[in-house]
């Protein structure tokens, strides 16, 4: 007998059900314009594209728009690649612009989906970021799909690392422009760092499609994104701390893999007080619970970290003596990416290689608050179902599952659990052989490289041909991808599996006339496609007939999403295909987070060696441990951004306060009211309000006004006269600093004077942030401790965080002020004078040593005519380009202070 919840979706459908049907009429529309778009010619395109921009920026809503520019992207699409775009992907199409999540199977065509929003949204001029996982796809997708584009009238820019900064502003400029998310958040980044507007690179955040939007906007939402500078070499305390770790028995710490945090037992700290005072890092008579040790309790934590949840050829591999990390989602190395607090320095203590400098933190954003920034927000996966909770509370992302073009055929066993893992491998082996044995490509899942590589020893001692794909192979991934569906294909891959590069039954095609024209560049292109066509067709039959392509995973990840990331590897476009998992009692999964009930079920039904459970309640069980797991990160991930959302808002204000500066041309107002605020302060505090005139502090005022102000004025004298009160006190060191500033932007001319103030102020605020960031970091380090005095540690976060940020503004005026007041016209040799003294500082040489070295650096001009009193004779110099003037630093720390 059905239930009430299931009959009533029979009757009615589910909500997915419904959504998707009501976007039917839209899909209608677009298809009774199809053949009137047909007849138009190539130029008649782009005329369209025009007219759809004029009603666009007209006043025009888009979703008016949509049936016209879908259809005229249909017909650009059919002449620039060859596809004409099923209803399905205009449905995807449409939820795209809606600013939801499309959930669409792989294989179904989400590179050309995207581009039907990504059209209609370039309409209103204000740019759309088309955001992709890694370079290789950014570069593949903005060449495919810019074809598109061209026949649309539109540009196309890709955003790479390591691009010029003329390139990287073009590509910003551009209609639609494709780029990582990390470059997108690392250029947000740097552009709220520069010193002027045109030295920006993105125009606003108007509208984002991104595509594996679970990856960008889950696994890696809370990674931070941080511009950093190098701190004190603390390499060898580091190697020293690491030498003690290996010393350590079983009961001096305990291991939590669930909150992955590792910590001392008492018994523990008292053997490492004794280590340290040994080494004479620890102080006599201090020990680990002063807190004084703080610093040291950290990096031996880290230490510990390191040695003991953080794992080679699983978290991390050695390249180049350097650690390269490893995406835990992906299995992707991602280069230069470093942990922070010292855990990165701390692995590269323990394998031996050189160990780097820790990092002070310029800049820092997350992805959760980077997305969050644009306006309208869109996302592409296969996979977004089983966090939809997460995507519609934290960026408001409604998820749609968009059904398939074809019936889904793929055939998903239940689940095989082992006893032990040497039983699971070996089973492993077994169907792998009767799989190769009929020539069904397999795609064989791993969580590590460590396990890939151990199964790939098994494979090859059994003498099975395979090709392994893991963090090492990075390089090699759309190639070995390319082939993993052809007859007889044995792959072994992390989960990075070629996300965004299909598996195709009987090969890539066009891999294969790639690498067939370059093995022959003479060959006739399209009697070479007509051959590889045809040799693929029957390749393809062949592993048709074989059962399609077979992926076997050997373990469950924590997320069930990932899970079906790999078992969507099969099955596409109405392909043939079958997925099954081997699991073993001792898998991470069911080691930390299984059922009790189930081990105690499968303890009980008595199972011999080398048999497998199977049955749906298996599955349901691991689902539900699955889902438990799921549902902790997702409160984990919750918790931190309620954190981050404070940090987030004082962000937003510092950055919106430095575009303000930026784009005001003249800020004396500003500089002026910074003066006012400061001598308000100072009188308040030396001259308290309603006090009488023997219990001012005159002589401290006097010694205020010559520090902030640099002004010797009579101030003892004045408060001496009959009648004078605070006001009056106010008043007359407003007229002096007034004058002050007036004579001095008389002698450095005005235009100079208002460069000199734009750029102290900017750089002010930019060493106030980082050190509030600093600040900040130590906070939310100590805060939590605040709950065992039964205070809620984010609402102390919050108001000590409101407290810091007065503290940076109060900070901001009296040292803008200062600076300004400081600043006088030097003699060339002064400068030169200067400028030797801050480079031996720098570099921590006595003068003697560093005088002919900076000497001559600095009197040898890279511009010819170069004069240090006129910035028009420096040229056009960027920041971190050398300084004009020849002395070897950057333009940022020399001449660019005052320009």
């Not at 099923?86 to 995207?114: P, S």
């Not at 230490?303 to 299995?331: C, P, S, W």
């Not at 399609?548 to 078992?567: C, K, M, P, W, Y």
């Not at 303890?603 to 309640?617: N, R, T």
Request: charged content about 30%; glycine content about 8%; some cysteine.
């Amino acid at each position: 007998m059905l239930g009430f919840g299931t009959l009533a979706k029979k009757v009615f459908g589910t909500p997915n059900d419904r959504k998707v049907k009501s976007v039917r009429p839209l899909v209608a529309k677009i298809n009774a314009l199809e053949a009137e778009y047909a007849a138009l010619s190539d130029a008649g395109i782009k005329v369209k594209t025009e007219e759809f921009k004029a009603r666009a920026q007209g006043g025009e809503s888009l979703d008016v728009l949509l049936p016209e520019a879908f259809a005229n992207c249909r017909e650009a699409a059919r002449r620039a690649l060859g596809l004409r775009a099923f209803d399905v992907q205009l449905k995807g199409g449409i939820f795209l612009h809606q600013g939801n999540i499309a959930e669409m199977k792989t294989g179904e065509g989400k590179t050309l989906v995207a581009t039907f929003p990504a059209y209609l949204n370039a309409l209103a001029g204000k740019g759309v970021h088309i955001v992709t996982v890694n370079d290789y796809l950014a570069k593949r997708d903005s060449d495919w799909m810019g074809k598109v584009y061209a026949q649309l009238g539109l540009t196309t820019g890709v955003v790479v690392p390591f691009q010029g900064d003329a390139e990287k502003r073009a590509a910003y400029a551009a209609d639609i422009t494709y780029a990582t998310n990390n470059e997108l958040g690392f250029d947000y980044l740097r552009d709220n760092m520069r010193a002027s507007l045109p030295e920006m690179a993105q125009r606003g955040h108007f509208y984002a499609i991104v595509d594996e939007v679970d990856s960008i906007l889950i696994d890696e939402a809370r990674t931070p994104l941080i511009i950093s500078g190098p701190s004190q070499d603390r390499s060898e305390l580091y190697k020293t701390l690491d030498r003690f770790i290996p010393e350590l028995a079983p009961e001096h710490f305990k291991l939590d893999e669930k909150a992955r945090n590792a910590t001392y037992t008492e018994e523990g700290n008292e053997f490492l007080e004794q280590r340290l005072h040994a080494e004479g890092i620890l102080p006599p008579g201090q020990t680990l619970y002063d807190p004084e040790s703080t610093s040291i309790v950290h990096h031996v934590t880290q230490a510990l970290r390191a040695h003991t949840l953080f794992h080679k050829d699983q978290n991390y591999i050695v390249r180049d003596d350097e650690i390269m990390l490893i995406d835990e989602f992906t299995g992707r190395m991602m280069k230069g990416r470093r942990l922070s607090d010292g855990l990165h320095q701390a692995i590269e203590a323990k394998e031996g290689v050189t160990v780097q400098p820790e990092n002070v933190t310029l800049a820092s954003v997350t992805f959760q608050n980077y997305f969050r920034l644009y306006q309208k927000l869109a996302g592409m996966t296969g996979t977004a179902v089983t966090e939809a909770e997460e995507f519609l509370e934290i960026y408001k992302l409604g998820v749609v599952e968009i059904p398939t073009n074809r019936p889904v055929v793929r055939k998903d066993d239940h689940d095989h659990v082992y006893r032990t893992a040497a039983e699971k491998y070996a089973a492993v082996v077994v169907a792998i052989k009767e799989a190769h044995a009929k020539g069904q490509p397999m795609l064989v899942g791993t969580t590590s490289i460590e396990k890939s590589e151990m199964l790939s020893e098994m494979l090859k001692a059994e003498g099975l041909p395979h090709n392994v794909l893991n963090a090492r192979q990075h390089e090699q991934e759309a190639k070995i991808v390319a082939d993993a569906g052809k007859f007889g294909g044995i792959t072994i891959a992390t989960n990075m599996a070629g996300r965004g590069t299909d598996i195709q039954l009987g090969g890539n095609i066009e891999m294969q006339v790639m690498e067939a024209l370059a093995a022959d560049p003479e060959a006739d292109p399209v009697a070479l496609r007509a051959r590889i066509e045809a040799d693929h067709a029957d390749e393809k039959a062949r592993v048709i007939a074989a059962g399609g392509l077979f992926v076997l995973a050997t373990e469950r990840h924590e997320s069930r999403r990932i899970d079906n990331q790999l078992r969507g590897r099969s099955g596409r476009q109405g392909d043939p295909g079958r997925s099954l998992f081997y699991l073993s009692l001792e898998d991470d999964l069911m080691r930390i987070f299984g059922s009790e009930r189930l081990d105690k079920v499968l303890s009980s039904l008595g199972m011999k060696d080398g048999e497998a459970i199977i049955h749906p309640w298996v599955n349901k069980s691991l689902e539900r441990a699955q889902a438990k797991v799921e549902a902790r990160n997702f409160d984990i991930r919750k918790h931190l951004l309620k954190f981050d959302d404070v940090m987030n808002d004082q962000r937003k204000a510092i950055f919106s306060q430095r575009r303000e500066i930026m784009e005001t041309e003249d800020i004396a107002e500003i500089a002026r009211d910074m003066r006012y605020q400061v001598i308000d302060d100072q009188v308040d505090e030396f001259l308290p309000p309603k006090s009488y005139h023997d219990q001012w502090n005159s002589e401290g005022l006097h010694a205020a006004v010559i520090a902030k102000l640099n002004l010797d004025l009579p101030v003892i004298d004045w408060a001496r006269e009959e009648g004078v009160d605070q006001e009056a006190m106010r008043e007359r060191l407003e007229q002096a600093s007034d004058a002050a500033a007036a004579e001095k932007a008389a002698i450095f001319g005005e235009e100079t004077m208002r460069a000199i103030e734009k750029q102290v102020l900017l750089q002010t605020i930019d060493s106030k942030w980082r050190e509030h960031l600093v600040t900040l970091e130590h906070l939310r380090s100590v805060v939590g401790f605040r709950g065992y005095a039964q205070r809620d540690p984010l609402n102390e976060y919050k108001t000590e965080a409101f407290q810091l940020f007065e503290m940076l503004l109060d900070g901001l005026r009296s040292d803008v002020t200062e600076r300004l007041s400081q600043i006088r016209p030097v003699s060339q040799e002064e400068q030169q004078r200067l400028l030797r003294e801050a480079i031996e500082a720098q570099q921590g040489q006595p003068p003697q040593a560093a005088a002919a070295t900076a000497g001559a650096a600095a009197f040898v001009p890279l511009v010819a005519g170069f004069d240090a009193a006129d910035p028009a004779t420096w040229g056009d110099p960027g920041r971190n380009d050398p300084c004009p003037c020849g002395s070897g630093e950057k333009f940022k720390h020399c001449h660019g202070r005052l320009a």
